[in-house]
């Protein structure tokens, strides 16, 4: 009797584990961006924010953390031995150090793991126990791969349409244009000839990065990755009366210039999708409109044309072509305003329409697509104080921060920002100056950092997940 009951009680205990497993909920979150954009502040920011949050009370909006039920958040070792480790620990001792600097931008893509431990509120879970775990995997990736996305549906004359038609108002790009008509494409095929090319044509793509230009194309020569130097990265778009005018011989320097965007396109964009995009199931994109607002009206245009590219990643209905190659997981996409602690409260929901209006997303298309969308403003660590001052008789909203330019600690109106996309007329007579801060000093190792928005953003990408 008492061994059967023993036996019993060790299968009842086995089951409850196995429940209780089965209930630990495994989550992919992603984070892109262009570059710049803020993903390796946020990214830093966000992982201190879910390390720290049981211990504060200041995430209102984050439902598990405002009741309470946040237990506590460990740090997981890498199970992606192909993927660089996120450098969370780097980034936090120069945001902590006593002259605190923003961390190194991250180049490719990087990760980390978490467990976050709390407490269910769920009748059916609590049977199992009390407290459960949910996996959290961050990987972070460059917004410029998204942006090779249409290369998967274009040959290689519909790639240099494009590219021409973009590109064709930069004195470089005409120089570069120029080069390759001094070339002769029907010759031998001849490796060098490719590489220093791309050399050049990669340097004007440097540039346009460099200018603060968003939509590059491939997105790999500036950001090559492991492919760095690799003749995988050595081909050009043509001007297109080059490739209508040449008899092409199956062993010319064009063919051979082809086969190289093919192979790109294969074997690069294709297992980028493949690999890391299909694995994911919640998508951060951070958007700097601020930064666009400040360069002017071509790089407004520019971010637009961007996002509205990237997004297509995102808008795979059943019938999508990029549903047939792969069977996306993702079914919540985050627009976030980054770098909103450099406007003031009353202009956040200012910035979230415009990066709204800037990727093409009615707010009436959002709740039908298949992907749940939200658009937020938002600051992970947020570097300026809020106060006000008067000016004729009037009250207005201030910020105080210190300058990255010159460390100076300055109080200052940062002014309005649009609801959408702005006329010719406006940017004739007007422009815009948002101020960039260096991170605020005091910042603890051990305590969570000031924020803007971070409870909502762990309430859309968490809060199903934590109940
Ligand atoms: P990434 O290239 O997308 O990883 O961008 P980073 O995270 O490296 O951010 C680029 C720069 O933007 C930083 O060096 C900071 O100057 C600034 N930045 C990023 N996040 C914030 C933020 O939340 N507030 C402010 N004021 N500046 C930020």
Request: hydrophobic letters at 35%; glycine letters at 6%.
């Amino acid at each position: 009797q008492a061994k059967l009951h023993s036996k019993l009680s060790h299968w009842q205990n086995k089951a409850i584990k196995a429940g209780r497993r089965a209930l630990d909920v495994d989550i992919n979150l992603a984070v892109t961006g262009l570059s710049g954009a803020g993903k390796t502040a946020f990214i830093s920011g966000l992982v201190h924010h879910l390390r720290f949050a049981s211990q504060t009370p200041q995430y209102p909006f984050w439902q598990a953390a405002q009741q309470g039920r946040l237990l506590g958040c460990k740090r997981n070792l890498q199970r992606d031995y192909h993927v660089q480790r996120f450098r969370y620990d780097e980034a936090i001792a120069s945001l902590c150090h006593s002259s605190p600097t923003w961390p190194a931008s991250t180049q490719g893509t990087s990760s980390i793991s978490l467990s976050l431990k709390y407490k269910t509120q769920q009748q059916l879970k609590s049977w199992l126990g009390d407290t459960h775990c949910l996996n959290i995997k961050i990987t972070d990736y460059p917004g410029e791969w998204l942006l090779d996305l249409p290369l998967l549906r274009w040959d290689f004359k519909q790639w240099c349409e494009v590219i021409d038609s973009r590109y064709q108002h930069h004195a470089a790009y005409q120089n570069f244009k120029q080069k390759c008509r001094e070339i002769n494409w029907q010759g031998g095929a001849d490796e060098r000839v490719l590489e220093s090319l791309s050399t050049v044509y990669t340097q004007f793509l440097l540039e346009l990065k460099q200018q603060g230009y968003s939509w590059i194309q491939p997105g790999r020569f500036v950001l090559p990755s492991t492919w760095q130097n690799t003749p995988a990265l050595h081909f050009v778009p043509l001007p297109i009366e080059l490739i209508d005018n040449i008899q092409d011989g199956a062993q010319s320097l064009l063919q051979l210039n082809m086969k190289r965007y093919a192979y790109y396109v294969e074997h690069i964009v294709k297992p980028f999708y493949v690999d890391h995009f299909s694995e994911f199931d919640r998508q951060v994109i951070l958007v700097d409109g601020l930064s666009a607002l400040n360069l002017g009206q071509a790089h407004v245009e520019d971010l637009q044309y961007s996002l509205n590219e990237l997004n297509h990643s995102f808008r795979y209905g059943k019938q999508s072509w990029l549903s047939r190659l792969l069977n996306p997981k993702i079914d919540k996409v985050l627009f976030a305003a980054s770098k909103a602690d450099q406007i003031t409260p009353d202009q956040y929901a200012n910035y979230q329409l415009f990066i709204q209006h800037l990727s093409s997303q009615p707010a009436q298309e959002l709740n039908y697509s298949e992907v749940e969308m939200q658009y937020l403003a938002l600051s992970a660590i947020k570097a300026s104080q809020l106060g006000s001052a008067k000016h004729e008789g009037q009250d207005y909203q201030v910020l105080t921060g210190q300058l990255k330019s010159n460390q100076q600690t300055v109080c200052l109106f940062p002014g309005e920002v649009p609801k959408s996309v702005l006329s010719t007329n406006f940017w004739q007579h007007n422009q815009f100056d948002f101020a960039s801060f260096l991170p605020p000093t005091g910042l603890s190792e051990q305590a969570a950092f000031p924020h803007i928005a971070m409870d909502k953003v762990c309430e859309f990408l968490l809060g199903d997940k934590l109940q």
